[in-house]
């Protein structure tokens, strides 16, 4: 079982509304974001092309943030989904520091957040609240290790990129282009 993303940046229309569920869903306070959308312009005028990038955690397969924690709250969990445990969290910040994406923040609690592939729902047979709302449906999570899978089947069939794959982290969000 590996869980991954895939996140179709033809379909996506930076409408936001990812980002307004996983507030809601994972009581994100204000300030904050587990997620967030990149606008990014590439080419040269009279050719610009404009793409939007809906941008969370990547669950690394080599997540430096789990490497460098010293007390072991950050974590892999079943499917390669890197959380952290709020109450071992003693918020040094050093995964923050360490990761390339930043993709954590530190929550007013005192402990460090982050996307956490919405886990909760997941054991539960539900999708991510952002996959669920995305009103273009270009958001894909599932197991890439089943090849008969929504996620595996998009990573097979179309062209994709992962993100600052020379930090040798393994990123697990692979972005459909
Ligand atoms: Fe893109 Fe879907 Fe997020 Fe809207 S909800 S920004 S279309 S990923
Ligand atoms: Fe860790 Fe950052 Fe990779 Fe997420 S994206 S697993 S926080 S290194
Ligand atoms: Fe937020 Fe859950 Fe989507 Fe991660 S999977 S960005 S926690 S809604």
Redesign the pocket.
């Known amino acids: 079982m590996r869980y991954a993303m895939a996140?179709d940046t033809k379909?996506?229309?930076?409408?936001?509304?990812?980002?307004v569920a996983c507030q809601k869903e994972n009581n994100v306070p204000d300030g904050f974001c587990r997620e967030w959308?990149v606008e990014s312009v590439s080419g040269t005028y009279p050719s610009l092309e404009l793409e939007?990038r809906?941008e969370r955690c990547h669950h690394c397969d080599n997540s430096p943030c789990v490497r460098c924690c010293p007390t072991g709250a950050s974590h892999i969990e079943e499917g390669g989904v890197v959380l952290v445990t709020h109450d071992k969290c003693i918020g040094c910040g050093a995964c923050v520091a360490s990761c390339p994406y930043d993709s954590r923040y530190p929550h007013p609690d005192g402990y460090i957040d982050k996307c956490t592939f919405c886990i909760h729902k997941v054991r539960k047979g539900e999708q991510p609240a952002?996959v669920e709302?995305?009103?273009?449906n270009?958001?894909y999570f599932g197991d890439l290790d089943d090849p008969n899978s929504e996620v595996s089947r998009k990573v097979k069939e179309r062209k994709y990129k992962r993100l600052k794959t020379e930090a040798g982290t393994d990123p697990q969000l692979y972005f459909l282009i």
Request: hydrophobic share 30%; net charge neutral; proline share 5%.
């Open positions: 996140i379909k996506c229309v930076g409408c936001s509304d990812c980002v959308v939007y809906s952002c709302v995305c009103p273009t270009c958001l």
